[in-house]
């Protein structure tokens, strides 16, 4: 069970990832409406790659790196997933789920803050009142993740086997198909062309089709084959099912089937010319409750999609040289953009060297004490110091490690490490705020100690990971924390903070 949770909160990750992309899709699409709808098709590449492949690369043109969107704490450099809720089900804290936009953020993080914490430095760690009990939130969550698993696992199913149902019902008719020529089939019992078959496709004709209606119409289906929609469009209702919670998905999943249409149409209309139109938009008529790819299921198309086709057929001109480099280059710039996870801007702090001090606390360290503890955590702190202690922090030249295996906490990823890590310098004052800026609670007091040294860990690509090493005096820090908004303006809300020892 805990294998299908874990599956299943990826799926539900990345849906939420795909489901922006969608939605940039669907503008992008506005915007270049007049353009050959070819362009359009090929710009649901970027979903079908964001339901497909858990991670992606960084890079700066990312759609992410806008500032209406918040993903330092969704992204992981390590893995380079976004990860909104943590695939490990019942084992995180509230203060854990993203949305990956910085309004809905804030406004989460205020309806979930429980209570503050404000402390000095190795105090004991109160009772709050009013905090919720040891493992009350994480066993809810996990019931829920029980029950979401199987309910999606359900769906998914009952999508399938209602295909299943359609396919062998489909064979049916065909069973009395006549060859006509080549991969070219007529039948009495269906309404309208289609492609069936994956390595083998076939063309399937409505009897009573004259020969020049055959000719405009076999080169549609012909086109479809040649750009493989045949594999293409039931792969997608395999995603769609897959996703079939997500309304954005069956959304992209249509708009993506009208897109394919079109493109064949006006690839009908390059070949054969203008004249054709008034009889290809009659014929398109006559199918009006056209079912391609039936073997797929779920992918009948109504009056309103044939009258957008009659539409876009009547109104086609071959397009100018120039808009369709134009438009080739907004494409695989919004794909590009589509596809990369976003890359986070670096301080111009100075980098720790060879020379600074950092360098004489390598080694490896293990949790003495809990500094501090996000106020919108699940858990006591007693209980949650208990479950990270054995975690061993390893700090290096060469490696941060982050090493799990010996802690009770129940993650997937036992071990993190960050290679070739970058160690650079942060400013601390005499107080510093661990949970947000503005806010009055999870405020540090460092005005006891001498010396006062904090560094970020970078990643090998600059990357913030989210890690902070302090040095204070004789004792060494070590903290997690995520990044609200974009430097400089950009506030830290930290997890947790441990005192740590070799």
Not at 33 to 62: E, G
Not at 222 to 231: F, G, N, P, S, V
Not at 269 to 281: A, E, F, N, W
Request: with cysteine; net charge positive; proline share 5%.
């Amino acid at each position: 069970m805990e294998l299908l949770n874990q599956v299943f909160l990826k799926v539900l990750n990345m849906s939420i990832t795909a489901g922006y992309i969608i939605i940039a899709i669907l503008i992008v699409r506005q915007l270049i409406k007049k353009s050959p709808k070819v362009f359009s098709y090929s710009l649901w590449i970027a979903a079908a790659f964001r339901l497909i492949c858990p991670v992606s690369f960084p890079s700066v043109i990312s759609i992410f790196n806008i500032g209406f969107f918040d993903m330092s704490r969704a992204q992981t450099p390590v893995s380079g997933a976004l990860t909104y809720i943590p695939d490990t089900p019942g084992n995180f804290d509230l203060s854990d789920i993203t949305t990956g936009i910085s309004v809905a953020n804030s406004l989460i993080r205020e309806s979930l803050t429980i209570h503050s914490i404000s402390r000095s430095p190795f105090q004991p760690l109160p009772d709050v009142p009013g905090q919720t009990a040891v493992g009350s939130v994480p066993s809810l969550l996990h019931i829920v993740t029980n029950v979401a698993s199987v309910i999606w696992i359900a769906g998914i199913v009952a999508l399938l086997a209602c295909s299943l149902v359609r396919f062998i019902k489909l064979k049916q008719n065909l069973s009395k198909a006549v060859l006509l020529k080549g991969n070219v089939y007529e039948c009495e019992n269906i309404s309208s062309p289609f492609v069936l078959g994956f390595l083998k496709p076939r063309i399937y004709l409505p009897f009573r089709m004259n020969d020049s209606e055959k000719e405009y119409i076999l080169r549609h289906e012909e086109y479809h084959i040649k750009r493989l929609d045949h594999i293409i469009r039931p792969m997608s209702f395999l995603i769609a099912a897959i996703y079939w919670f997500n309304p954005l998905v069956w959304i992209a999943y249509f708009c993506s089937g009208r897109d394919m249409e079109m493109s064949c149409d006006e690839h009908v209309l390059s070949v054969m010319g203008s004249s054709i139109k008034k009889d290809y938009s009659l014929s398109l008529l006559s199918f009006a409750m056209n079912r391609r790819f039936h073997a797929a299921g779920l992918l009948a198309f109504g009056e309103s999609n044939t009258r957008k086709r009659v539409k876009n057929v009547l109104s086609f001109k071959k397009p100018k040289a120039w808009l369709v480099m134009i438009a080739i280059t907004v494409c695989v710039g919004t794909i590009a953009a589509l596809i990369a996870n976003p890359i986070f801007n670096r301080d111009k702090n100075p980098v720790a060297n060879e020379g600074d001090s950092l360098t004489d606390i390598y080694g490896v360290y293990e949790i003495m004490d809990l500094i501090f503890l996000a106020p919108i955590s699940s858990s006591f702190p007693d209980y949650y110091l208990k479950q990270h202690k054995g975690t061993i922090y390893e700090i290096s030249k060469n490696d941060f490690t982050l090493d799990l295996s010996q802690s009770s906490i129940q993650v997937s990823a036992r071990r993190i490490s960050v290679k070739n890590p970058i160690y650079e310098k942060v400013t601390l004052e005499n107080k510093f705020h661990a949970f947000g800026e503005g806010d009055e609670f999870g405020v540090i007091d460092l005005s006891s100690y001498d010396r006062k040294e904090a560094y970020k860990v970078l990643d090998s690509a600059g990357a913030d990971t989210g890690y902070r090493i302090f040095l204070l005096d004789n004792e060494v820090w070590i903290g997690h924390c995520y990044i609200r908004g974009t430097p400089p303006e950009a506030s830290l809300e930290y997890k947790h903070i441990f005192r740590v020892s070799k």
